[in-house]
């Protein structure tokens, strides 16, 4: 079975220790907007603005680690970085969401 954030972004097999990096830096990154959300009402105006920052998180977080890893998340950071670029939103609707 493949691995989706593995096979997908990376081209192969992630680390598990590289995995957990990652999750960290984007769960800031959720975190750290939901507090916006909640107390300082600023809503992001693009959901990619979360994933962003999540991002630019472990980027910064890069020199923590050795330095095989880090050339690793410089390649994955190339990666994400053009696929930013190259994404385009849906025009789709949402139809699970209901405003109350």
Same mark, same amino acid.
């Given at each position: 079975? !493949?691995? /989706? +954030?593995?096979?997908? #972004?990376?081209?192969?097999?992630? *680390?598990? %220790? ?5 999750? /960290? ?6 975190? =750290? !907007? =939901? ?8 809503? *992001? ?6 994933? %962003? !920052?999540?991002? /630019?998180? #472990?980027?910064?977080? =890069? *020199? +923590? ?7 690793? $998340? /410089?390649? +994955?950071?190339?990666k994400m970085k053009m696929w930013f670029q190259n994404h385009s939103p849906s025009n789709g609707? $949402?139809l699970d969401i209901v405003e109350l």
């Open positions: 079975m !493949s691995d /989706a +954030l593995g096979d997908h #972004v990376w081209g192969g097999k992630i *680390p598990i %220790r590289l995995k957990f990096f990652i999750i /960290a830096g984007v769960t800031w990154a959720i975190w =750290r !907007s =939901r507090n916006k959300m909640a107390i300082e009402k600023l809503f *992001p105006k693009n959901p990619l603005d979360v994933i %962003r !920052s999540g991002v /630019a998180y #472990v980027q910064k977080w =890069r *020199p +923590l680690l050795g330095a095989s890893v880090q050339a690793n $998340i /410089a390649i +994955l950071g190339e609707s $949402i």
